[in-house]
């Protein structure tokens, strides 16, 4: 038996994907030639500084030139201003270190590390790999991913290829888990994070 994922279709996925479509137009706009003309960026720690830029002011050269760029956001990734416009450094970092932008969503391979832009803690990946490879859901009362008490026993499913599958159900949290993580493995290879 196996149900849809995207159970809920509300106003939010509209937004995102509005807010999308302005990212996308956002990013038009910036080419990799010029954000490393007003950029530097460290892959080995993730930072970016400022440089000197001649299109600004003496002022503002004398400010932040040589300063850590950017801030964190409400949703705790870091993010700098470029001529108006709010753009994700781990996107920026891609931008610089590829040349291009990336054509999907990108992964911080550690979860719960969006603020940490080191190249090798990213990697481009689509939109089910990057909830594959999220951490356990704050809602979740077992503790172990994908798993749920059903009624005296244990269940577990996960959600892959946009379903979601029903794995079976255990006498024990573990056997559940264990499940899971076979699972996660064959669907999401390198992106599964189990714990």
């Known amino acids: 038996m196996s149900a849809t994922c995207e159970v809920h279709k509300t106003t939010d996925e509209h937004f995102a994907s509005a807010a999308r479509r302005t990212q996308l137009a956002n990013e038009a706009l910036l080419t990799a030639d010029f954000v490393r003309s007003i950029l530097s960026y460290a892959p080995d720690t993730g930072i970016f ?67 940490d832009n080191r190249w090798d803690n990213l990697r481009p990946a689509n939109p089910a790999q990057n909830r594959a490879n999220s951490r356990l859901q704050t809602n979740n009362t077992s503790g172990l991913k994908g798993v749920r008490r059903h009624r005296r026993q244990w269940q577990a499913q996960i959600c892959a290829h946009r379903k979601l ?31």
């Open 165 to 195: 599958h029903h794995l079976g159900t255990f006498s024990t949290p573990e056997s559940a888990a264990a499940a899971y993580a076979r699972a996660a493995q064959q669907a999401f290879g390198e992106f599964a994070r189990i714990g």
């Open 49 to 115: 500084t400022w440089m000197t830029r001649k299109d600004a002011s003496p002022s503002w050269n004398k400010r932040w030139a040589g300063r850590r760029a950017g801030c964190l956001t409400n949703n705790g990734y870091r993010q700098i201003s470029i001529n108006g416009f709010g753009y994700f450094e781990h996107r920026l970092a891609f931008l610089i270190m590829m040349g291009d932008w990336p054509s999907d969503q990108i992964d911080h391979r550690e979860p719960g590390t969006c603020t």
